[in-house]
C-alpha cells in the first residue's frame, strides 16, 4: 500500500504560479504510476497530468498543455505539478493518486485505473 499527501495549494492570481507535491510513503513509490486529477465544484473529477512509473512518458490533458508540467522523484518518494500561467478556470481541489501494477512506460487518465488516492489541496485563482 502507499499513502499519500499533497502540499503546496493556496491562493493566486491569475497568470502566477504554484507548485504542488505529493509526498508517498513506503518503498515501493517506483512502481506507481502517478497521475494528477482535479475536481471544481459541480463538475466532474478530470485527469490534469499523469507520469510512467520510469518518469519517460507523460500525459497532459488539452487544457494545461504548454502550462502545466509533471515530474517525479522516485528516490524521495515524491511526484510534482508545476502550474505556470495560472487562470481562474484552474480553480479546484487536486489531488494526487497512484496506479499499481502498472507497466515501466505506460501511464493512464482513467481516474478508475488509481489505487490510491490522497486527501487534496485546494488550488484557487483569482481573476
Known amino acids: 500500500q502507499v499513502q499519500l499527501v499533497e502540499s503546496g495549494g493556496g491562493l493566486v492570481q491569475a497568470g502566477g504560479s504554484l507548485r504542488l507535491s505529493c509526498a508517498a510513503s513506503?518503498?515501493?513509490?517506483?512502481?506507481?504510476?502517478m497521475g494528477w486529477f482535479r475536481q471544481a465544484p459541480g463538475k466532474e473529477r478530470e485527469c490534469v497530468a499523469t507520469?510512467?512509473?520510469?518518469?519517460?512518458?507523460?500525459y497532459y490533458a488539452d487544457s494545461v498543455k504548454g502550462r502545466f508540467t509533471i515530474s517525479r522523484d522516485n528516490a524521495k518518494n515524491a511526484m510534482y505539478l508545476q502550474m505556470n500561467s495560472l487562470k481562474p478556470e484552474d480553480t479546484a481541489v487536486y489531488y494526487c493518486?497512484?496506479?499499481?501494477?502498472?507497466?515501466?512506460?505506460?501511464?493512464?487518465?482513467?481516474?478508475?485505473?488509481?489505487?490510491?488516492w490522497g486527501q487534496g489541496t485546494q488550488v484557487t485563482v483569482s481573476s
Open positions: 493518486a497512484a496506479a499499481s501494477r502498472a507497466l515501466w512506460d505506460d501511464t493512464y487518465s482513467t481516474g478508475a485505473r488509481y489505487n490510491y
Open positions: 513506503g518503498r515501493t513509490f517506483s512502481q506507481y504510476a
Open positions: 507520469i510512467s512509473r520510469s518518469a519517460g512518458r507523460t
